[in-house]
């Protein structure tokens, strides 16, 4: 069968983008081996120590600990895990057991603002953790107030966003920080999306400005890299100890990622995309996607719709339903947030081009 792959030409509304043509290279190279079986496959696990160590770099943190996850899905889940299981073993208590007689008060929380990715909510799902929605501000960033009103003793994790998926806010890390710290928690910061262009802005969101523990941080996002490469990063090993498995039948002796064979195409084009792009190309490409996304905003603005500024590369505005579902039916790839709003992200595929006949079909539909 012979089916052409999808083309970027028209998608705006993905995270994801069109990998860096080193890390193509390097994922096709690598695509039969396996991370999860160091023992074998010892020439990826040593691009993974490289990856780690360059996502470090990125994210402020000297010795991290870390791995190349399936994406931002599982660095959030594994996040939650290892929190958990630290205040269970903080606390002597067993979150696994299940038995009815479980104590109710015991289940540990796990506090994060409405604008926390839905991954949190497969987390709690699995995890059996109690997940405390808070509100944002009205500029979409986690309302600290409600924050401290609702962390406790049974506060295993406080979470973070630095560049969120619906309207690219970036929380008041150092605070959060605070927060969790004040009840003993562990924090977490997802910047999955942002972790590649954040280190290009003036905002305070990584280790070294906050007392942060475990991070999400996708290579194959804003990194450029083929797809399935996420970033799990943790200030210390002994936290990922909490995710370690005995694999008895591997020549390694244990594992701490969620998945068990995982591809070596993401860890390999992780690493070619950090190589050719770290730190000059990223930031090149921040700049070239905020331009664009700050003229998209002018352009929408001009034309009468409502727009949330977009402080990072994403633009959401407030465009009529209708008008949306004709675009949609041209075949632009966009998406919507909670609220309505249309939201489109600008990635390294999406050129000013791009969006000059974006705007162009907009004016057309609008004039029916
Ligand atoms: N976190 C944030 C902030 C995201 O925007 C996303 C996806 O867009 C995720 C986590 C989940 O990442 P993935 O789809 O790679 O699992």
Excluded at 79 to 102: K, L, M, Q
Aim: aromatic share 6%; proline share 6%.
């Amino acid at each position: 069968m012979q089916v052409e792959p999808q083309t970027f030409d028209r998608v705006l509304s993905s995270m994801c983008t069109e990998p860096h043509p080193d890390a193509r290279t390097a994922a096709e190279r690598f695509l039969a081996t396996n991370p999860g079986d160091p023992g074998t496959y010892p020439t990826v696990t040593e691009l993974e120590e490289e990856a780690v160590s360059m996502l470090g770099e990125i994210a402020g943190l000297d010795s991290p600990a870390g791995y190349v996850a399936s994406g931002g899905t599982e660095a959030n889940i594994q996040a939650v895990r290892i929190a958990r299981d630290r205040f269970e073993s903080r606390t002597s208590n067993r979150v696994g057991d299940h038995t009815p007689n479980r104590n109710e008060r015991s289940t540990p929380n796990v506090v994060m603002p409405e604008s926390g990715h839905f991954s949190f909510q497969k987390a709690a799902n699995v995890l059996g953790v109690e997940l405390r929605i808070v509100p944002t501000d009205d500029d979409h960033r986690a309302d600290l107030e409600a924050v401290r009103h609702s962390v406790d003793d049974r506060t295993a994790l406080v979470v973070g966003v630095a560049g969120t998926t619906e309207y690219g806010r970036v929380d008041p890390i150092p605070e959060l920080g605070e927060i969790a710290r004040s009840v003993d928690a562990l924090f977490h910061v997802d910047a999955a999306w942002g972790g590649f262009v954040l280190p290009f802005t003036d905002y305070e969101w990584n280790f070294s400005h906050a007392p942060v523990d475990t991070m999400a941080i996708d290579p194959h996002k804003m990194g450029q890299a083929a797809v399935p490469a996420g970033g799990l990063l943790a200030r210390e090993e002994t936290l990922l100890d909490e995710l370690a498995i005995d694999t008895p039948y591997l020549e390694s002796t244990s594992q701490a990622t969620l998945t068990g064979t995982r591809s070596g195409a993401g860890v390999a084009s992780a690493v070619a995309a950090m190589e050719a792009l770290w730190p000059g190309g990223y930031q090149r490409q921040y700049a070239r996607s905020q331009h664009n996304a700050d003229w998209l905003a002018d352009a929408l603005v001009a034309r009468g719709f409502e727009v949330v500024e977009p402080t990072l590369p994403l633009v959401a505005a407030d465009v009529p339903v209708s008008t949306f579902d004709s675009l949609r039916r041209e075949g632009w790839r966009i998406s919507r947030t909670a609220t309505g709003e249309m939201r489109i992200v600008c990635m390294p595929h999406v050129t000013r081009s791009m969006l000059e006949a974006f705007v162009a079909d907009l004016d057309r539909l609008q004039c029916r």
